[in-house]
Protein backbone atom coordinates (compact mmCIF):
# COMPACT_ATOMS: atom_id res chain seq x y z
CA UNK A 1 0.00 0.00 0.00
CA UNK A 2 1.97 3.17 -0.65
CA UNK A 3 0.40 6.64 0.81
CA UNK A 4 -0.65 9.52 -1.43
CA UNK A 5 1.70 12.09 -0.89
CA UNK A 6 0.66 14.47 -3.54
CA UNK A 7 -2.11 15.84 -1.17
CA UNK A 8 -0.77 19.07 -1.82
CA UNK A 9 -1.91 19.69 -4.69
CA UNK A 10 -5.42 18.59 -3.74
CA UNK A 11 -8.28 21.53 -3.62
CA UNK A 12 -9.13 21.69 0.20
CA UNK A 13 -12.48 20.63 -0.44
CA UNK A 14 -11.08 17.37 -1.64
CA UNK A 15 -9.04 16.71 0.74
CA UNK A 16 -11.99 17.05 3.07
CA UNK A 17 -14.19 14.99 1.52
CA UNK A 18 -11.45 12.62 1.34
CA UNK A 19 -10.61 12.86 4.92
CA UNK A 20 -14.06 12.16 5.79
CA UNK A 21 -14.40 9.48 3.85
CA UNK A 22 -11.01 7.67 4.84
CA UNK A 23 -13.01 8.15 8.68
CA UNK A 24 -15.88 6.40 7.80
CA UNK A 25 -13.92 3.61 6.43
CA UNK A 26 -11.66 3.56 9.34
CA UNK A 27 -14.39 3.50 11.71
CA UNK A 28 -15.80 0.16 9.96
CA UNK A 29 -12.61 -1.49 9.53
CA UNK A 30 -12.41 -0.96 13.32
CA UNK A 31 -15.81 -2.41 14.22
CA UNK A 32 -14.67 -5.38 11.80
CA UNK A 33 -11.26 -5.85 13.74
CA UNK A 34 -12.88 -5.68 17.04
CA UNK A 35 -15.59 -8.17 15.95
CA UNK A 36 -12.49 -10.65 14.57
CA UNK A 37 -11.20 -9.90 17.94
CA UNK A 38 -14.19 -11.28 19.55
CA UNK A 39 -14.54 -14.17 17.44
CA UNK A 40 -10.80 -15.50 18.08
CA UNK A 41 -11.28 -15.06 21.51
CA UNK A 42 -14.43 -17.15 21.73
CA UNK A 43 -13.28 -20.01 19.98
CA UNK A 44 -10.06 -19.62 21.76
CA UNK A 45 -7.70 -19.45 17.88
CA UNK A 46 -5.26 -17.82 19.33
CA UNK A 47 -3.92 -21.04 20.42
CA UNK A 48 -2.93 -21.50 16.72
CA UNK A 49 -0.45 -19.16 17.08
CA UNK A 50 1.25 -20.72 20.29
CA UNK A 51 -0.03 -17.51 22.13
CA UNK A 52 -0.97 -18.03 25.71
CA UNK A 53 -3.78 -15.68 25.64
CA UNK A 54 -5.87 -13.27 23.19
CA UNK A 55 -3.56 -10.36 24.65
CA UNK A 56 -0.15 -12.29 23.91
CA UNK A 57 -1.62 -12.76 20.42
CA UNK A 58 -2.28 -9.13 19.95
CA UNK A 59 1.01 -8.30 21.41
CA UNK A 60 3.33 -10.87 19.81
CA UNK A 61 1.30 -11.52 16.57
CA UNK A 62 -0.39 -8.88 15.62
CA UNK A 63 1.73 -6.18 16.91
CA UNK A 64 -0.31 -4.36 18.67
CA UNK A 65 0.72 -1.81 21.33
CA UNK A 66 -0.28 -2.98 24.78
CA UNK A 67 -2.49 -0.06 25.46
CA UNK A 68 -3.80 -1.23 22.30
CA UNK A 69 -4.20 -4.69 22.47
CA UNK A 70 -6.12 -3.75 26.06
CA UNK A 71 -8.27 -1.19 24.49
CA UNK A 72 -9.38 -3.21 21.28
CA UNK A 73 -9.75 -6.80 23.69
CA UNK A 74 -11.98 -5.13 25.95
CA UNK A 75 -14.31 -3.50 23.12
CA UNK A 76 -14.08 -7.16 21.82
CA UNK A 77 -15.98 -8.52 25.18
CA UNK A 78 -18.37 -5.69 25.65
CA UNK A 79 -19.37 -6.36 22.23
CA UNK A 80 -20.26 -10.36 22.22
CA UNK A 81 -22.48 -9.27 25.27
CA UNK A 82 -23.74 -6.43 23.78
CA UNK A 83 -24.02 -6.70 19.76
CA UNK A 84 -24.56 -2.93 19.14
CA UNK A 85 -21.59 -1.34 20.21
CA UNK A 86 -20.32 -2.85 16.95
CA UNK A 87 -22.74 -0.83 14.92
CA UNK A 88 -22.45 2.24 16.88
CA UNK A 89 -18.00 2.09 16.66
CA UNK A 90 -18.95 1.63 12.94
CA UNK A 91 -21.47 4.27 12.48
CA UNK A 92 -19.17 6.79 15.12
CA UNK A 93 -21.46 7.17 17.17
CA UNK A 94 -19.50 6.05 20.25
CA UNK A 95 -15.01 5.60 20.22
CA UNK A 96 -13.04 3.04 21.09
CA UNK A 97 -12.60 4.89 24.69
CA UNK A 98 -15.38 5.58 25.69
CA UNK A 99 -16.87 1.84 24.80
CA UNK A 100 -14.13 0.65 27.49
CA UNK A 101 -14.83 3.13 30.07
CA UNK A 102 -18.68 2.26 29.84
CA UNK A 103 -18.72 -1.74 29.50
CA UNK A 104 -18.03 -2.78 33.07
CA UNK A 105 -21.43 -0.59 33.66
CA UNK A 106 -23.63 -1.72 30.91
CA UNK A 107 -26.18 -3.99 31.70
CA UNK A 108 -28.84 -5.31 30.04
CA UNK A 109 -31.50 -2.86 31.69
CA UNK A 110 -29.60 0.23 31.28
CA UNK A 111 -28.07 -0.57 27.81
CA UNK A 112 -30.10 2.05 25.77
CA UNK A 113 -29.85 4.92 28.05
CA UNK A 114 -26.39 4.68 28.69
CA UNK A 115 -25.39 4.49 25.19
CA UNK A 116 -27.79 7.81 24.12
CA UNK A 117 -26.40 9.57 26.99
CA UNK A 118 -22.99 8.46 25.45
CA UNK A 119 -23.08 9.17 22.10
CA UNK A 120 -20.59 11.29 20.40
CA UNK A 121 -19.35 12.53 23.59
CA UNK A 122 -15.56 12.92 24.64
CA UNK A 123 -13.94 10.00 27.20
CA UNK A 124 -13.90 13.25 30.00
CA UNK A 125 -17.46 13.22 29.17
CA UNK A 126 -17.85 9.54 29.86
CA UNK A 127 -15.93 9.28 32.40
CA UNK A 128 -18.03 12.16 34.30
CA UNK A 129 -21.07 9.71 33.33
CA UNK A 130 -19.57 6.97 34.63
CA UNK A 131 -18.67 8.58 37.86
CA UNK A 132 -22.68 10.16 38.36
CA UNK A 133 -23.41 6.01 37.85
CA UNK A 134 -21.38 4.68 40.73
CA UNK A 135 -19.48 7.31 42.46
CA UNK A 136 -16.27 6.65 44.45
CA UNK A 137 -16.41 7.61 47.97
CA UNK A 138 -13.52 10.56 49.05
CA UNK A 139 -10.32 8.71 49.85
CA UNK A 140 -10.51 9.23 53.65
CA UNK A 141 -7.86 11.60 55.62
CA UNK A 142 -5.13 9.65 57.00
CA UNK A 143 -1.71 10.47 59.17
CA UNK A 144 0.92 8.54 59.27
CA UNK A 145 4.22 8.23 61.94
CA UNK A 146 7.07 9.20 60.03
CA UNK A 147 10.29 7.68 61.56
CA UNK A 148 12.40 9.48 63.51
CA UNK A 149 15.16 11.10 61.92
CA UNK A 150 19.37 9.96 62.38
CA UNK A 151 17.60 6.39 63.67
CA UNK A 152 18.38 3.91 60.81
CA UNK A 153 15.54 1.58 60.33
CA UNK A 154 15.80 -1.91 61.95
CA UNK A 155 15.87 -4.26 58.82
CA UNK A 156 17.53 -7.66 59.60
CA UNK A 157 19.68 -9.46 57.38
CA UNK A 158 17.90 -12.81 56.33
CA UNK A 159 20.43 -15.68 56.86
CA UNK A 160 21.26 -18.13 53.99
Not at 37 to 54: G, H, I, K, N
Not at 59 to 73: D, G, K, M, N
Not at 80 to 108: C, F, N
Request: glycine share 4%.
Amino acid sequence: MSIDHSLQTLPDDEVLRRLSGLVQLGRRNEAELVAHLAEVDERRLYTRSAAPSLFAYCTEVLHFSEPEACLRIAVARASKRHPVLLTMLAEGGIHLSGIATLAPHLTAENRDELLARATHRSKREIEELVAELSPRADVPDGIRRLPRQGRPGRWRRRRR
